[in-house]
T-cell receptor, first 114, second 112 residues
Framework: EAQVTQNPRYLITVTGKKLTVTCSQN?????MSWYRQDPGLGLRQIYYSMNVEVTDKGDVPEGYKVSRKEKRNFPLILESPSPNQTSLYFC?????????????FGPGTRLTVT | LAKTTQPISMDSYEGQEVNITCSHNNIATNDYITWYQQFPSQGPRFIIQ???TKVTNEVASLFIPADRKSSTLSLPRVSLSDTAVYYC?????????????FGSGTRLQVQP
């Protein structure tokens, strides 16, 4: 089954404790991206990757890191989480061709930082 | 990116056809119209995309008039499982960041 998976689905952590949210897709997509969704603010892009070893900042990259060592994986790293990073996070992927608007989203990771 | 306007919410009953209209007066020549569906605490799901006239797939139809300043997502014979938020997006071939801009969407509630 074609899908984007994220782990963990739920995470409660404390300020300053490094964490990683994994994202994996099995559709051989070149493009991958991370979003956060907050009430009243919609979806905001954090980082994106056009292909292996190619990553760039989105709209709200502060406090986050990413890497793209393999085509299928795109982990999101919070080196020192803070309470304002409490949010619902989504990973998405798509083929490089097309309009770019048909993206496949993961199930989401709900992160709480206390 | 062109701004879109959708109704905040809609109610329907099972078996009815639901039409959700999106206004995008400033749509540009190269812009496509895309609709997503999102259930609570789940990732958005691509429904349909079009440029002009009518597009139909197994899930929905998308009607776009000649002036392209609006579009209508049509869901035939809705069921309870169609209760979700529906987002209309307008943008051109975004070969760069491909950042999707989701507005407030339309919250559809289907009643039995």
């Amino acid at each position: 089954e074609a899908q984007v998976t994220q782990n963990p689905r739920y995470l409660i952590t404390v300020t300053g404790k490094k964490l990683t949210v994994t994202c994996s897709q099995n559709m051989n997509h070149e493009y991958m991206s991370w979003y956060r969704q907050d009430p009243g603010l919609g979806l905001r892009q954090i980082y994106y990757s056009m292909n292996v070893e190619v990553t760039d900042k989105g709209d709200v990259p502060e406090g986050y890191k990413v890497s793209r060592k393999e085509k299928r994986n795109f982990p999101l790293i919070l080196e020192s989480p803070s309470p304002n990073q409490t949010s619902l996070y989504f990973c998405a992927s798509s083929h490089q061709s097309g309009t770019g608007h048909e993206q496949y989203f993961g199930p989401g990771t709900r992160l709480t930082v206390t | 990116l062109a701004k879109t306007t959708q109704p905040i919410s809609m109610d329907s009953y099972e078996g009815q056809e639901v039409n959700i209209t999106c206004s995008h007066n400033n749509i540009a020549t190269n812009d496509y119209i895309t609709w997503y569906q999102q259930f609570p605490s789940q990732g958005p799901r691509f429904i349909i995309q079009g440029y002009k006239t009518k597009v139909t797939n197994e899930v929905a139809s998308l009607f776009i008039p000649a002036d392209r300043k609006s579009s209508t997502l049509s869901l035939p014979r809705v069921s309870l499982s169609d209760t979700a938020v529906y987002y209309c997006l307008v943008g051109d071939r975004n070969t760069g960041r491909r950042a999707l801009t989701f507005g407030s969407g339309t919250r559809l509630q289907v009643q039995p």
